[in-house]
């Protein structure tokens, strides 16, 4: 201790303490902090990654904005074709990818995912020329012949789809990290699409389609004038 001019005491510093100002000591602190709230920011990410924990997918704010373009024409189709039916198709697929040298937790993958789909049965009308329509002279009576009806593609509607679940191994989550398309669930859409389609060719869908092709001609040429009409199918 140090005395003043009048004789009391005063504390002494060192060198280093009379030299660097409290700011300066301050200034030196901001890198450490930056690295411990940059590796706070880096467990949140991983654990919204790979641990679903309640609320913490929003602790960063994700916003979502459309900037997509709009709809570009690529082609027109004239579609000759009457929808006489059509059937809907809930279907749940259960789909599991597996790795034969590596457990589940690993590398594998297992998605539970519940489809709604519709499938159309069509008469195609393209096909039909003069020998498929016989009329009498009279115009009472007409007879014509068309193909049998067909199913259209499978149509999965993603608005009453969704996912169930979907379990993936420590390597395959590391993958969607890099991927352009993470989650990426083309695989379990084509399945379902091909359930759906498979069922409605079990199904009398083509049959009713007929039916309904029948009855709807029937009013129409009646409309017209004709007495009796006869519809019938052929390959």
Same mark, same amino acid.
């Given at each position: $201790?140090r005395?003043d001019?009048?004789?009391?005491p005063r /504390?002494s510093r060192t060198?280093?303490?009379?030299?660097?100002?409290?700011?300066?000591?301050?200034r030196r602190?901001w890198?450490?902090?930056?690295?411990?709230?940059f +590796?706070?920011?880096l467990?949140?990410?991983v654990?919204?990654?790979?641990v679903h924990?309640p609320?913490?997918?929003?602790?960063?704010?994700?916003?979502?904005k459309?900037?997509?373009g709009? @709809?570009v024409?690529k082609?027109?189709?004239d $579609?000759? &074709?009457?929808?006489?039916?059509?059937?809907n *198709?809930?279907?749940?697929?259960?789909l599991?990818?597996? @790795?034969?040298?590596?457990p589940d937790?690993? &590398?594998?993958t297992?998605?539970?995912?519940?489809?709604?789909?519709?499938?159309?049965?069509?008469?195609d009308?393209g096909?039909?020329?003069q020998?498929s329509v016989?009329v009498d /002279?009279?115009?009472?009576?007409?007879t014509?012949?068309?193909p049998?009806?067909? +199913?259209?593609e499978?149509?999965?509607d993603?608005?009453?789809? *969704?996912t169930v679940?979907k379990?993936r191994g420590?390597?395959?989550?590391?993958?969607d +990290?890099?991927?352009?398309?993470?989650a990426?669930?083309?695989?379990?859409?084509?399945?379902a699409a091909?359930?759906?389609?498979? @069922?409605?060719?079990?199904s009398d869908?083509?049959?009713?389609a007929e039916?309904?092709?029948?009855s $709807?001609l029937?009013?129409?040429l009646r409309?017209?004038g004709?007495?009796?009409?006869?519809?019938? *199918?052929?390959?």
């Open positions: $201790m005395e001019a009048e004789g009391k /504390e060198p280093l303490e009379s030299r660097t100002p409290k700011h300066g000591r301050a602190r890198p450490a902090v930056a690295v411990v709230l +590796l706070l920011c467990v949140l990410f654990l919204g990654r790979f924990v609320g913490l997918d929003d602790v960063f704010g994700v916003d979502t459309d900037r997509s709009p @709809a024409l082609s027109i189709q $579609m000759h &074709r009457y929808e006489g039916a059509a059937g *198709y809930q279907v749940v697929v259960d599991e990818k597996d @790795a034969r040298l590596l937790s690993i &590398r594998g297992r998605t539970l995912f519940v489809a709604s789909g519709s499938v159309a049965a069509y008469v009308f096909g039909i020329d020998g016989a /002279e009279k115009r009472t009576t007409a014509l012949r068309l049998h009806a067909r +199913l259209a499978p149509a999965v993603p608005k009453r789809s *969704y679940s379990q420590l390597v395959d989550r590391l993958g +990290l890099f991927s352009d398309n993470p990426d669930e083309r695989a379990v859409h084509i399945l091909d359930r759906i389609g498979a @069922a409605a060719k079990e869908l083509t049959l009713r039916k309904n092709t029948t $709807m029937q009013g129409l409309g017209l004709f007495e009796q009409v006869t519809v019938t *199918y052929a390959p």
